[in-house]
């Protein structure tokens, strides 16, 4: 590969060795947005966005980080598209190359995904996939980076419940920067080998654990931040009943809140399930951060916009 190849954005891996950089760019957007210095760095560019699921955060963020940026957020339902007609992810991934400057994509399948960013000659960008949603964790890494002072080492996160795209990307991140991963999922929902694979390598090279459970309560015993997500992502509608079974004693609530370290984060990528995955005294008590989570999204798409397109308009990486 070229050393000015593209910067797609598909997992965490294509941030390994950019990820502390990515962090303190957003942090330094978010205090310049404050005193409403928009961080304009890319002006005029176009962003494609390609949603096959809903979104609120995702969408919303990006629209507005490429404003800011000083660029356009076209929004390509896959509907009215020709896509929605059977042409090719291929051919799409061409034609949109010619117009636009990257594509954000929020795909029900990663290998739709990897497609679109093996036509595309300009970066791709994943707003969530069945797989991974490496945008989410850039803005939940910056969300403990602003209550942590800046480190993670010495602090342990503990995730409960699916082992799903968010989980793996996730897991990926905090062994990327050095923070004790802990995962309480059921057996049957654990994460992907190859992934757990990568992660227990990252976190290698940055001196951190991971580990998983099947035990809520193991994975919060010292923690000082868990987080959840819903049983049933974006997908996985069909197995709803078997899945409410199989994650019953996996609810965040005051209980287990009571078992991690005193003052413990309470995070969640939301939408939320309310009284299933996490209970409303948890989400809105005041160990809560999911606000901050979600405004970072904000802040995280700036820097992964800027790192992904190149400052010379129209030139390749
Ligand atoms: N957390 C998240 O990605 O939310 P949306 O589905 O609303 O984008
Ligand atoms: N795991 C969830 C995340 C939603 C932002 C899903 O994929 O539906």
Redesign the pocket.
């Known amino acids: 590969m070229s050393v000015h190849a593209k910067h797609d954005l598909l997992g965490l891996a294509d941030l390994a060795g950019h990820l502390d950089a990515l962090l303190a760019r957003a942090a330094q957007m978010k205090e310049a947005r404050r005193r409403a210095d928009l961080s304009a760095v890319r002006p005029g560019r176009n962003i494609g966005m390609i949603f096959e699921?809903p979104s609120t955060r995702?969408r919303t963020s990006f629209e507005v980080a490429v404003n800011d940026l000083g660029g356009h957020a076209l929004y390509l339902s896959p509907k009215d598209l020709q896509l929605g007609r059977g042409e090719s992810i291929a051919d799409t991934a061409r034609v949109l190359s010619r117009y636009v400057d990257a594509i954000v994509y929020r795909a029900f399948r990663a290998e739709d995904m990897a497609e679109l960013a093996r036509w595309a000659s300009i970066p791709v960008i994943n707003a969530?996939d069945?797989r991974e949603?490496p945008c989410?964790i850039v803005a939940d890494l910056l969300t403990l980076r602003e209550r942590w002072s800046g480190s993670y080492s010495g602090h342990r996160l503990a995730w409960i419940g699916?082992g799903?795209?968010?989980c793996n990307s996730l897991m990926l991140g905090c062994a990327q920067v050095g923070l004790d991963f802990a995962g309480a999922i059921p057996e049957a929902y654990r994460p992907p080998a190859d992934v757990l694979e990568n992660a227990h390598r990252y976190a290698k090279a940055s001196g951190s654990k991971v580990e998983l459970t099947t035990s809520p309560r193991a994975a919060v015993t010292g923690a000082d931040a868990i987080y959840t997500?819903?049983w049933v992502?974006?997908?996985d509608e069909a197995d709803e009943a078997q899945r409410m079974a199989d994650f019953q004693g996996f609810q965040v609530n005051a209980k287990l809140l009571a078992a991690a370290r005193p003052g413990a984060l309470v995070m969640h990528?939301?939408?939320a399930h309310r009284g299933v995955e996490i209970t409303d005294e948890v989400i809105d008590g005041p160990n809560s951060v999911v606000w901050d989570e979600a405004e970072n999204r904000l802040h995280a798409q700036k820097a992964i916009l800027e790192w992904a397109l190149p400052a010379e308009r129209g030139s390749k990486r």
């Open positions: 699921k995702t969530l069945n949603h989410q699916d799903n795209n968010v997500d819903v992502s974006m997908g990528d939301l939408p």
